[in-house]
């Protein structure tokens, strides 16, 4: 009887988990559905949960989604947002939206920009330091981001930053085609790199990222973007006006022809040296700001090297700078060919076992095995969500009552297994970062702030001067109010005969 009720138990863990969960308020709302605070019941830790609609109304939606869980399972680093969990759905073959559990971050980068016209020095060099840390390790994994920006630093008081949104991330595979001829939406403009702007080099490399890191720090220590091009042709007069007309051996690489003749016949401009353009900069990190935004990418460093610069010295410490494995192209396999939205579906469906240990088990052993309705508890969070959204707004924050799960499929309990409950990720190997960085304290007298590892660090519980917290503490979270990074205004007749050079 005893060994009957603890199977039944595990099989409620595994089935029912969403249970556990229980959503405090919605945080966000964008045209990919909702995000929502909530309290791990079993282990009193907020998390949020993004709730994404209709996933396979469009397969390329359904695949950026596939991308972006299959990456944030594959890269573990203290410096990439966590997947914690993601709801087993109802069933296999008919599911239209998954419930995808993250760790709460409590902004992000853009808004502690937005919100502190005061950060420390210390600030600058401690956030270079994590975003270069992570873009190590993500490199090493053979990945480009392609769409870095202070939106998709996820930011807490403790200074601690997370990389997400990976959402256009690829894989970068040495026999792959699309390595070279990759045409689709990369990088937001303002952090977008030249050679991507007009389609100057037929191929690029991970240096985009090292110019999308460039231009964050850029902006930290100005506390405004610094090149807010209003469209492709004034975004390369905005980094020519400070960086100059580029050499004569770098126009020469340029493969595209009318790209090549636009910079050629564009009027010579001198560099402005970057001690005026950030006047109370430390000289090092504008020298070190020089090297990322180099205009042509052969002269930008890695993140590694950029890591062993003077700059970071204080900072450098090879055990806390964790590296990796390529990733496998079998991970990836479905990027180079045609998927239907079945092949989509079946494959994160997949993806979603990688977090039910013992469905995986019984997948792999007969992956035809099927339409079962799972009590997955997707139902409950339905209803939850329902509500929430409801109210969405009008500030209120408690939740529906709701009833619990009546009644278990019992054909499903096998008798004799012995699982153990394996559901959890594992946790961040090394995930406290220990600096000797002073001189930032701004307290209010808590010791809070040296959790995760950070004695001695920035004691910024001061960091967010805003009240309220923003909608983007989570992946994704895209507030109707915030600041457009791409405005969209009418071109000028110049621009416009500008626009059909590279056109």
């Known amino acids: 009887m005893a060994s009957h009720k603890k199977v039944e138990a595990e099989f409620f863990t595994e089935y029912g988990e969403a249970s556990r969960y229980q959503v405090q308020e919605v945080i966000g709302k964008g045209s990919y559905g909702v995000v929502g605070s909530a309290i791990d019941t079993n282990t009193g830790e907020k998390v949020a949960i993004k709730k994404i609609n209709d996933i396979f109304e469009h397969v390329s939606d359904a695949t950026r989604i596939l991308r972006e869980i299959k ?16 709801m087993l759905p109802p069933s296999r073959r008919e599911f239209r939206d998954i419930y995808v559990v993250f760790e709460l971050m409590e902004s992000d980068l853009h808004q502690v920009i937005k919100a502190n016209d005061d950060l420390t020095p210390e600030h600058h060099q401690f956030f270079l330091y994590q975003l270069l840390r992570g873009l190590k390790y993500i490199h090493a994994a053979n990945v480009f981001h392609r769409d870095l920006k202070p939106k998709n630093v996820l930011a807490n008081a403790d200074c601690k930053l997370k990389k997400c949104d990976f ?11 699309s390595t070279i001829f990759w045409m689709d939406y990369v990088a937001t403009r303002w952090y ?3 050679e991507l702007c007009g389609s100057f080099f037929s191929k690029y490399t991970a240096a985009i990222d090292i110019w999308s890191i460039g231009c964050i720090f850029a902006e930290i220590l100005l506390g405004k973007p610094l090149f807010p091009g209003k469209n492709v042709v004034n975004q390369l007069d905005l980094i020519t006006d400070l960086l100059g007309t580029p050499p004569a051996e770098s126009i020469a690489r340029i493969r595209n022809e009318k790209a090549r003749r636009y910079l050629s016949g564009m009027r010579k ?16 990190a504008l020298r070190l700001l020089l090297r990322l935004l180099a205009f042509d990418p052969k002269d930008r460093p890695t993140a590694e090297e950029a890591l062993s610069d003077p700059y970071l010295r204080g900072l450098l410490n090879v055990d806390r700078e964790p590296s990796t494995q390529p990733i496998s192209k079998l991970e990836f396999e479905f990027e180079r060919r045609k998927v239907t939205k079945d092949d989509v579906r079946e494959l994160i469906y997949r993806e979603i076992l ?13 992956g035809e ?14 209803r939850q969500f329902a509500h929430l959204e409801e109210h969405y707004g009008n500030g209120e924050k408690g939740i529906p009552l709701l009833r619990q799960q009546a009644s278990l499929p019992r054909e499903r309990v096998s008798g004799g297994k012995d699982e153990k409950n394996e559901g959890d990720l594992e946790k961040h190997a090394g995930a406290g970062i220990e600096t000797s960085v002073q001189g930032a304290s701004r307290s209010n007298g808590t010791d809070a702030d040296s959790q995760n590892g950070l004695s001695n660090a920035i004691n910024t519980r001061g960091l967010f001067k ?7 503490k989570c992946i994704g979270v895209k507030p109707h109010n915030h600041l457009k990074e791409e405005p969209i205004e009418e071109l000028s007749d110049e621009l416009t005969e500008k626009m059909d050079v590279l056109n």
Do not use: W
């Open 167 to 177: 959402g256009l991330a690829r894989v970068s595979f040495n026999d792959a085609p």
């Open 71 to 86: 990456l944030l399972r594959l890269l573990k680093h203290p410096d990439v947002v966590e997947i914690k969990h993601i």
């Open 466 to 472: 805003s009240a309220s917290i923003s909608a983007s």
């Open 369 to 382: 095995q099927t339409s079962f309705m799972y009590p997955s508890g997707v139902d409950r969070f339905k």
């Open 192 to 194: 977008r790199a030249p």
């Open 354 to 366: 990688e977090y039910h240990p013992q469905m995986l088990e019984e997948y792999l052993c007969d």
């Open 269 to 284: 401009k001198k560099p402005v040296p970057f001690s005026q353009k950030f006047p109370t900069a430390d000289p090092l």
